[in-house]
């Protein structure tokens, strides 16, 4: 299985991003998926995660500007990101909680990560 990222760049304060992040590979299901991110000399953190229901967390530093939305048909996530903050810039990693066959435990998986940078 493999997370594909796209969507990061540099964008100015106040502008928007729409992350994307596809699933490939052999699965049987997907469950929970979303968006973490790291910034300079800082813990990776969650930003916004969605469950295979449709049920979506968001972190409260970008609750009412970012949106967490995934189509089950296409296995892909999205992030839109609007309102954009300097302190919002670092890499955004992918995440997914997939079961590759029935016989097996699912497990996470991590995209690459695509660079956000936003700047003032």
């Known amino acids: 299985v493999q997370l594909q990222a796209s969507g990061g760049g540099l964008v100015q304060a106040g502008g928007s991003l729409r992350l994307s992040c596809a699933a490939s590979g052999r699965k049987v299901r997907i469950y929970t998926m979303g968006w973490y991110r790291q910034a300079p000399e800082k813990q990776r953190e969650t930003v916004a995660t969605?469950?295979?229901?449709?049920?979506?967390y968001v972190d409260s530093a970008v609750m009412g500007r970012f949106i967490v939305s995934r189509d089950n048909a296409k296995d892909t996530v999205y992030l839109q990101m609007n309102s954009l903050k300097p302190e919002d810039t670092g890499v955004y990693y992918c995440?997914?909680?997939?079961?590759?066959?029935?016989?097996?435990?699912?497990?996470?998986?991590w995209g690459q990560g695509t660079q956000v940078t936003v700047s003032s």
């Open positions: 995440y997914a909680n997939i079961r590759t066959t029935w016989g097996r435990a699912e497990r996470d998986y």
């Open positions: 969605i469950t295979s229901g449709g049920t979506n």
